[in-house]
C-alpha cells in the first residue's frame, strides 16, 4: 500500500534535548511538508521541500531543522532551541504542488 | 498575508439535521481551496479540492461548494461516524497551504 508513516506515534524527551521525526512516503511525491498542530490553531507550516537535496523554511522554522536526501524521506530535527516544542507534528507530501496527504502524526512531549 | 477563518469552531448536530460549516479566505492567488477531515489523534484526510468559483463537489453525506469568498461544506442527513473536525486549506501562488482552524462536528444518535 502506498502512503507515508511517521514514527515513532508517541516521543517524549526532556527539555535540553534535540529529537527526530521520521517520515517516509512511497507515493513517488516530490513536495513533502512538515506542519505542527495545536489545539484550537490552524496547521502551521514549519519547512517544506519540493524536490530532493532542497528546502525552505516554513512560517514557524525557528528551533527546527531538516534534511531532504532521499525521494521518499524528510526527517524533522526539534532543537532544543524550539521554546515550546510539545506539540502534534503532521508531515505531508504531494506531487505537483496540489492536494497534500497527511501521515498519522508523531505527538511530542518536551518535559 | 494569505488567510483562512472556519466558523462555526464546533457544530452539535442531530443525526439527520442536515448543516452547512463555512470558510472564508484571502488567499493570494487562489490555486485550490481543499477540504479534510480529521479525527482526534490522526493526520487530516484529504475529501476534496475545488479550484474555481461555482465548482461543486460530492462525497456520500459531504458537497463542498466554492465562491470567489467563501467556501461551504454541506452535510446532508449526517451520521455518528460523520463526527470529525473538518478544515480547508487555501493553496496560493506560493505552493503553500493556508489551514483554517478547523470546525469540529458532533453527530449524536
Redesign the interface.
Known amino acids: 500500500d502506498g502512503g ?1 508513516t ?1 514514527s515513532p506515534k508517541y516521543l517524549f524527551r526532556k527539555e535540553g534535548q534535540n529529537v527526530t521525526l521520521s517520515c517516509e512516503q512511497n507515493l513517488n511525491h516530490d ?1 513533502m511538508y512538515w ?1 505542527r498542530q495545536d489545539p ?6 514549519i519547512y ?1 521541500s ?1 524536490i530532493v537535496n532542497d528546502f525552505q523554511k ?1 512560517d514557524i522554522a525557528e528551533g527546527y531543522s531538516v534534511s531532504r536526501e532521499k525521494k521518499e524521506s524528510f526527517p524533522l530535527t526539534v532543537t532544543s532551541a524550539q521554546k515550546n516544542p510539545t506539540a502534534f507534528y ?1 508531515c ?1 507530501s504531494s506531487i505537483d ?9 508523531t ?1 511530542l512531549t518536551v518535559t | 498575508e494569505d488567510q483562512v477563518t472556519q466558523s462555526p469552531e464546533a457544530l452539535r448536530l442531530q443525526e439527520g439535521e442536515s448543516s452547512s460549516l463555512n470558510c472564508s479566505y484571502t488567499v493570494s492567488g487562489l490555486r485550490g481551496l481543499f477540504w479534510y477531515r480529521q479525527d482526534p489523534g490522526k493526520g487530516p484526510e484529504f475529501l476534496f479540492t475545488l479550484y474555481s468559483a461555482g465548482e461543486e463537489k460530492e462525497k456520500e453525506r459531504l458537497k463542498a461548494t466554492l465562491t470567489k469568498k467563501e467556501s461551504f461544506l454541506h452535510i446532508t442527513a449526517p451520521k455518528p461516524e460523520d463526527s470529525a473536525t473538518y478544515l480547508c486549506a487555501g493553496g496560493g501562488n506560493d505552493y503553500k497551504l493556508s489551514f483554517g482552524a478547523g470546525t469540529t462536528v458532533t453527530v449524536r444518535a
Request: aromatic share 16%; hydrophobic share 30%.
Open positions: 507515508i511517521q513536495a506542519y484550537g490553531q490552524g496547521l502551521r507550516l517544506y519540493q516554513g503532521l505531508a504542488n496540489d492536494e497534500q496527504y497527511f501521515g498519522p502524526g505527538r
